[in-house]
């Protein structure tokens, strides 16, 4: 994803932060998407099921998502994507 709400690095972490954007400012999120014949870009899945947190922690994204889901607080939030047209 590339815009301006996309953000310009990690804070003290430059290598780190040119692993994940390149020199074209796109970030470089870990999601595999497919374009549709319409043009619409769906995720479909992860390169990684890992994530590591800024504590250095490794989470399961399949898990976080189950956590997420499973909570009460769910119901008053949920994962979005916005419908764009490339």
């Given at each position: 994803?590339?815009?301006?709400?996309?953000?310009?690095?990690?804070?003290?972490?430059?290598?780190?932060?040119?692993?994940?954007?390149d020199a074209q400012g796109w970030?470089?999120?870990?999601?595999?998407?497919e374009l549709d014949e319409d043009g619409y870009l769906r995720i479909i899945d992860r390169k990684?099921?890992?994530?590591i947190n800024i504590a250095e922690h490794n989470m399961s994204s399949a898990g976080t998502m189950r956590e997420h889901l499973?909570?009460?607080?769910?119901?008053?939030?949920?994962?979005?994507?916005?419908?764009?047209?490339l």
């Open positions: 994803m590339r815009g301006p709400s996309t953000m310009l690095g990690y804070r003290n972490l430059p290598d780190k932060a040119a692993e994940t954007i970030l470089h999120s870990g999601d595999v998407g990684k099921e890992m994530i499973s909570s009460s607080a769910s119901m008053q939030t949920f994962p979005s994507g916005l419908s764009t047209r």
